[in-house]
């Protein structure tokens, strides 16, 4: 082996050793980023998490108190979007994915549905207002914010169940409808079973996305302050992110309730988190049971 | 041989298939006769694959795919549009190239079809399992681990299970396109075994690659090159007689 051949592989080692250090400083930093801001939350919020703060409603014009009434709305809320995009969501990925024939109409309603996930969510909210609440007379209600934010996560869950209903193999569906089984019967026995875990990472998405926005539900379903908890669907609520954006921006007590807006910050990213988990848990149990 | 018209089960009439504008098979006329092996053999590309899957209508899955012809299967057109391909498959069971059983336990891999069509009770199943594997000749290997997911067997042995899957549906014919070209030589000697015992009960069509495997397990063998059924005859004269140069030139290895 002469000189050279030993250099060129020593400088292409160097290079190697360059890039890789690059991609991994960039993942680094994206851990850093996540791990800094959650860290700072948690060392602002802290002090404002008791057991009061998460069972009381607030007071003395919200400078004091818990926010009881936030959580529980901002739980409904997401619940509500998530009960109305899920079914509509599945059962568009699955018309895109199994039934609809490969062409024109398939292609514009794919170019729609990506167009919708790149809208503004304030433009969601002022649909909501004039269609939900103003046009269906739902009031603002958690009917009309839940059905604003379903809206809002229906391209995320559209776009997961396709990826999901695709990765399931198409061996499966042939072997199903060789054994003479219809369509329908292999689409619900092979082929959403073996497309769930995706389809619920999608839903993961969805509901991280409905519990944290504000602006489709400012005028769609939150309130600015109710003690009472909603006892209908066409109650009006207080939410999380609601809350902390009027305790911040609109109140007269803005400095007096920085440590509640952290709370109230903290509340949400556990709330999300905590669902996350519980959705985690639920398609890892799953992905175990089916290898192919 | 004496072929009369009623151990005939299969009867296609200058069948003519397109994918869009290519067209895969030209002119196809041949019957295809109860309880026997039939072969189909020829290079890769040929249309013998597509051909066993317009038997069952599997090639309806594909968008714009046409068919011309006449498919008789028991003397009705199985294209006609009253024909419910649904109640064709059941009648005509597949097993594919390489082997495709569910992410399920061994014995709803089995019980899949039946229940869905409506075997519900719980003793029919067992029995439709057992004689089903027995009839695959995988029952003594399982038996023990039915609840086990299908996945944790080996390649022979799902292909068996795939077999098996199919005789659940207790159909009149079975599909075999290329069953053993996944698999290792002693699972492929399972497989022929296998088609030599079920052939008393089924008709059984089966595409390959491998020519000694056609030798070995048929009784007629087509000969398919470029969309075209080139020759179609006994097996033994196939392989010792063929007609068509070209037959005898794939057979001796000179091309494909």
Partial sequence: ????????????????????????????????????????????????????????????????????????????????????????????????????????????????????????????????????????????????GALTLGILILPTIIGASEEALKAVPQTFREASLALGVSKWGTILRIVLPNALPGILTGSILGIGRAAGETAP?????????????????FDEVMALPYHVYVLATAGTHIEETRSIQYGTVLVLVALVLGIDLIAIAIRSAMRKRKKW | MVTTANNIIFELKQVNFFYGSTQALTDISMDFEKNRVTALIGPSGCGKSTLLRLLNRMNDLIDGTRVEGEILFEGRNIYNADNDPVEIRRRIGMVFQKPNPFPKSIF??????????????????????????????????VKDILNKSAMTLSGGQQQRLCIARALAMKPDVLLMDEPTSALDPISTAKIEDLIEELKKNYTIIIVTHNMQQAARV???????????????????????????????????????
């Fill in chain 2, 218 to 256: 048929s009784e007629m063998t087509g000969f398919f090159y470029l969309g075209r059924l080139i020759e179609y005859a006994l097996t033994t004269d196939i392989f010792t007689n063929p007609q068509v140069k070209q037959t005898e030139d794939y057979i001796t290895g000179r091309f494909g």
């Fill in chain 1, 1 to 144: 082996m002469n000189l050279t051949s030993d250099n060129s592989i020593t400088w292409r080692y160097a290079k190697q050793q360059v890039f890789f250090n690059i991609v991994r400083l960039a993942a680094l930093l994206i851990s850093a980023a996540l791990g800094g801001l959650l860290l700072f939350i948690i060392a602002s919020g802290i002090q404002a998490i008791s057991w009061d703060f998460i069972t009381l409603p607030p007071r003395d014009s919200m400078t004091k108190g818990g926010i009881m009434p936030a959580i529980v709305g901002t739980f409904y809320l997401t619940l509500g979007a998530i009960a109305i995009a899920l079914p509509l969501g599945v059962a568009s990925a699955i018309y895109l994915s199994e039934y609809a024939r490969q062409g024109t109409i398939v292609r514009i309603i794919r170019i729609g549905v990506n167009c919708l996930a790149g809208v503004p969510s304030v433009v969601f909210g002022l649909f909501g207002l004039g269609f939900f609440v103003v046009y269906l007379k739902f009031g603002s209600s958690i009917l009309s």
């Fill in chain 2, 108 to 141: 709803n891999n089995i019980t899949y079809g039946p229940r869905l069509t409506g075997t519900r009770n719980r003793a029919d199943l067992e029995l439709l399992v057992e004689q089903s594997l027995k009839q695959a000749v995988l029952w003594d290997e």
């Fill in chain 1, 217 to 233: 539900i400012m005028f769609t379903a939150a309130a600015f302050f109710t003690a009472k908890l909603p006892e209908s669907i």
